[in-house]
């Protein structure tokens, strides 16, 4: 068995932390350039009404992303487990089950996807000028959902074992592949939303294929054989608990974020496009929370995997104030360089449209620095496998959120959506802090991971 050069259960903390979390960082930045060049594309190539179809159909298509990238968070939590415990057999068995129940998962999901598009699209009052366009992105998507899953599951697997950084390179390749596809398919044949689709669907194919490739050969860690090949009730019963709890916290926002985009929708193209500019451009903020709660879980995990639970307490204390500063820093960054930042995003839409945008930005400013504490605590419970309090609180901000955009947008248009978020990231920390402070004795005393 391979030396374990990627474990996180060994150096300081925060120096560990540190360098496993910037490749993460610099991949779900990555991850948002890769989204964001089919709205900069088609904002440029094809027109505004088009840029708002890939808006809307971008939130539709979050949540299946997320359903399945919540699935592998949850697979990744047992896989760091078993990889800091050193129960290869049992990290093997996991892997194997994992990938194929996510796989019949993700086609499932894909096929039912396609078959309810259309009511979907209604029931979030897609505007009919767009509802077409969002439709035949969505259509062309899904159908190579299957490959989304897959990136993510060699992409967690390696993550489980320390290596952040392996990823990365070919998310790259995907990234620059998808780029060339889009500009070919859509600024030179033509093809329209339906061309930004098979882009996508392409350049993630490849991507699986060269991170599957890379993963079994040069770790031998994650090599399995055809003993691992058997039906393993208890792997099956662990992989779908963590998974699907991991799935509903992921999906639940995104949910949720649909909702809002129905109080949205009726505002009009022009309030749409201003919508999807600015989440465009706040998702590569937000990453940075992403990525620390997905460096946290893995560390956490690995270390109480390994019995150093102390260890893995003074990693997330020192984590904690490391998030809050980088939200207050890059709070002001948005501020200053969202007016410059929008058109590069949207391309040519109407003057209006980013007066919208920045408004919505400027107020979410003010609570930016609240997301990183929420995604702190995420971190530190799935790792601590207290799977069920994510969930349970991502369902009460989101709740609160869309709650209040419905009441407060007709009134303040995006800003009222600004509030609502706001109030939600103030809900969901008060949640984590209390159910924290009532758990901390219980979970360090006991320090076995919870079966949710």
Same mark, same amino acid.
């Given at each position: 068995?391979q030396?374990?050069?990627h474990?996180?259960t060994?150096?300081p903390?925060?120096a @560990?932390?540190s360098?496993f979390a910037l490749?993460?960082?610099l991949?779900?930045?990555?991850?948002?350039?890769?989204?964001?060049?089919?709205?900069i594309i088609v904002?440029? %190539?094809?027109?505004?009404?088009?840029?708002a $179809?890939?808006g809307?159909?971008?939130?539709?298509?979050?949540?299946?992303? +997320?359903?399945l990238v919540?699935?592998?968070t949850g697979?990744?939590?047992?896989?760091?487990s078993?990889?800091?415990?050193?129960? !290869?057999?049992?990290l093997?068995?996991?892997?194997?089950?994992?990938?194929?129940?996510g796989?019949?998962?993700s086609l499932?999901?894909?096929?039912?996807?396609?078959?309810?598009?259309r009511?979907l699209?209604?029931?979030?009052?897609t505007?009919?000028?767009?509802?077409?366009?969002?439709?035949?992105y969505?259509?062309?998507?899904?159908?190579?959902?299957?490959?989304?899953f897959?990136?993510?599951? +060699?992409?967690?697997a390696l993550r489980?074992?320390?290596?952040?950084?392996?990823a990365?390179f070919f998310?790259l390749?995907?990234t620059v592949?998808? #780029?060339?596809?889009?500009?070919l398919?859509?600024?030179?044949?033509?093809?329209?939303v339906?061309?930004?689709?098979?882009?996508t669907?392409?350049?993630?194919a490849?991507? /699986?294929?060269?991170?599957?490739?890379y993963a079994? @050969?040069?770790?031998?860690a994650?090599r399995?054989s055809?003993?691992?090949?058997?039906?393993?009730?208890r792997a099956?019963l662990?992989?779908a608990?963590?998974?699907?709890?991991s799935?509903l916290?992921s999906?639940?926002l !995104?949910?949720g974020?649909?909702?809002?985009?129905s109080?949205?929708?009726?505002?009009?193209?022009v309030t749409?496009?201003?919508f999807s500019a $600015?989440?465009?451009l706040?998702?590569f903020?937000?990453?940075?929370g992403d990525?620390?709660?997905?460096?946290?879980?893995v %560390?956490?995990?690995?270390n109480r995997?390994a019995?150093l639970y102390d260890?893995?307490? @003074?990693g997330?204390?020192?984590?904690?104030r490391v998030?809050i500063?980088a939200?207050?820093?890059?709070s002001?960054l948005?501020?200053?360089s969202h007016? *410059?930042l929008?058109?590069?995003?949207?391309?040519?839409?109407r003057p209006e449209? %980013?007066?919208? $945008?920045g408004r919505y930005?400027?107020a979410?400013?003010?609570? !930016?620095?609240?997301s990183?504490?929420?995604?702190?605590f995420?971190?530190?419970? *799935?790792?601590?496998?207290?799977i *069920? #309090?994510?969930f349970l609180?991502?369902?009460?901000q989101?709740?609160i959120?869309?709650?209040?955009?419905?009441l407060?947008?007709p009134f303040?248009?995006?800003?009222?959506?600004? /509030?609502?978020?706001?109030?939600?990231?103030i809900?969901?920390?008060?949640?984590q802090?209390a159910v !924290?402070?009532?758990?901390?004795?219980q979970?360090?005393?006991h320090?076995?991971?919870?079966?949710?």
């Amino acid at each position: 068995m391979q030396q374990r050069t990627h474990d996180l259960t060994e150096g300081p903390p925060m120096a @560990r932390l540190s360098w496993f979390a910037l490749p993460l960082l610099l991949g779900n930045l990555m991850q948002q350039l890769y989204n964001a060049v089919d709205s900069i594309i088609v904002g440029r %190539f094809v027109g505004e009404n088009a840029f708002a $179809a890939i808006g809307v159909a971008g939130t539709v298509m979050n949540i299946y992303i +997320f359903v399945l990238v919540g699935f592998c968070t949850g697979f990744s939590i047992l896989f760091a487990s078993y990889f800091g415990a050193g129960d !290869y057999d049992r990290l093997h068995s996991s892997l194997v089950t994992s990938c194929w129940f996510g796989s019949l998962l993700s086609l499932a999901g894909g096929l039912g996807g396609i078959l309810l598009l259309r009511p979907l699209l209604n029931a979030i009052r897609t505007p009919a000028d767009i509802a077409d366009d969002a439709a035949l992105y969505l259509r062309t998507v899904l159908m190579g959902l299957i490959f989304t899953f897959l990136y993510n599951f +060699f992409a967690a697997a390696l993550r489980s074992i320390g290596s952040s950084a392996s990823a990365l390179f070919f998310l790259l390749l995907a990234t620059v592949i998808h #780029i060339l596809l889009d500009i070919l398919f859509v600024a030179v044949w033509g093809m329209g939303v339906r061309g930004v689709g098979l882009a996508t669907v392409i350049s993630q194919a490849i991507s /699986v294929v060269c991170c599957a490739l890379y993963a079994f @050969r040069t770790f031998p860690a994650l090599r399995v054989s055809k003993k691992d090949f058997y039906y393993n009730r208890r792997a099956l019963l662990d992989s779908a608990n963590y998974g699907a709890v991991s799935a509903l916290q992921s999906s639940s926002l !995104y949910i949720g974020k649909l909702f809002i985009q129905s109080a949205i929708n009726p505002l009009g193209p022009v309030t749409i496009a201003a919508f999807s500019a $600015a989440t465009r451009l706040e998702d590569f903020l937000l990453t940075a929370g992403d990525s620390g709660s997905a460096a946290l879980t893995v %560390f956490i995990a690995q270390n109480r995997g390994a019995g150093l639970y102390d260890r893995a307490l @003074r990693g997330f204390f020192s984590w904690q104030r490391v998030m809050i500063g980088a939200g207050i820093v890059l709070s002001l960054l948005m501020y200053v360089s969202h007016p *410059r930042l929008l058109p590069l995003i949207a391309g040519n839409v109407r003057p209006e449209t %980013f007066v919208i $945008a920045g408004r919505y930005l400027t107020a979410m400013c003010c609570f !930016y620095a609240l997301s990183m504490v929420g995604c702190c605590f995420v971190g530190y419970f *799935r790792g601590v496998g207290m799977i *069920r #309090i994510p969930f349970l609180g991502t369902t009460l901000q989101i709740g609160i959120r869309v709650l209040l955009s419905f009441l407060l947008t007709p009134f303040l248009s995006l800003c009222g959506v600004a /509030v609502a978020t706001g109030a939600g990231w103030i809900a969901i920390i008060i949640f984590q802090t209390a159910v !924290y402070r009532s758990s901390f004795h219980q979970i360090n005393d006991h320090p076995s991971m919870e079966k949710s």
